[in-house]
């Protein structure tokens, strides 16, 4: 099975809104409503920030939203701030009983 | 609180084996699905296994499958990854991480991780 397709990098000023996608087949995205993102930070372990398609952990900013349509799900930051800049994850469960990640997006804020 | 601790990792030649280990605290290990993860340096993150909470039930990625074996330990609040023939392209950072339940039902997401243990495969 093939990575999850996002893009190599996105960029938005403080303030603005981002969106991440992250595009799969019938058999991982658009067929489950497993997807998950995690913000990883340089040197740090991944953290969980959307599980099941579009809810927040505990503790997690409701500035970060999910949402899926068909086979792409995407994650939206609004409000950028300065700490959101990080390398950005996805995940799929699959129908192999199996997760596939996205290769990762890099956010830098302006 | 809950804590997830790697150990195990290391330098190792092409073709050898290494048994990683992970220690969970803070939480009840026995009613939670474990798993593995890994991130080659510079690169992204790759799934590698995961385990049932009972042990019943295992699964790993294809590239991993036949070289790789994940173990638990309730009684010890430890999971474990024997990696067996490893090559070079195995070098990375392991992660175990905690399959996220709510409510006993499975979200299919990682809640918590570790912070990772660095295996080298090189000669």
Same mark, same amino acid.
């Given at each position: 099975q093939s990575a999850l397709t996002q893009p190599a990098s996105v960029s938005g000023s403080p303030g603005q809104s981002i969106t991440i996608s992250c595009t799969g087949t019938r058999s991982d995205v658009g067929g489950y409503n497993y997807v998950s993102w995690y913000q990883q930070h340089p040197g740090k372990a991944p953290r969980l920030m959307i599980y099941a398609v579009n809810n927040r952990p505990s503790g997690v900013s409701d500035r970060f939203s999910g949402s899926k349509s068909g086979n792409t799900a995407s994650l939206t930051i609004s409000g950028l701030q300065a700490e959101d800049e990080a390398d950005y994850y996805c995940t799929s469960y699959t129908y192999s009983d199996t997760w596939l990640f996205g290769g990762g997006t890099k956010l830098t804020v302006l | 609180q809950v804590q997830l601790v790697e150990s195990g990792g290391g330098l190792v030649k092409p073709g050898g084996s290494l048994r990683l280990s992970c220690a969970a605290s803070g !939480?009840?290990?026995?009613d939670y699905y474990m798993s593995w993860i890994r991130q080659a340096p510079g690169k992204g993150l790759e799934w590698v296994s995961y385990i049932e909470s009972s042990s019943s039930y295992t699964n790993y990625a294809d590239s991993m499958k036949g070289r790789f074996t994940i173990s638990r330990d309730n009684a010890k609040q430890s999971l474990y990854l024997q990696m067996n023939s490893l090559r070079a392209e195995d070098t990375a950072v392991y992660y175990c991480a905690r399959v996220y339940l709510i409510n006993d039902s499975?979200?299919?997401? !990682?809640d918590i991780w570790g912070q990772g243990t660095m295996v080298t495969v090189s000669s």
């Open positions: - | !939480f009840t290990f026995s499975l979200m299919h997401a !990682f």
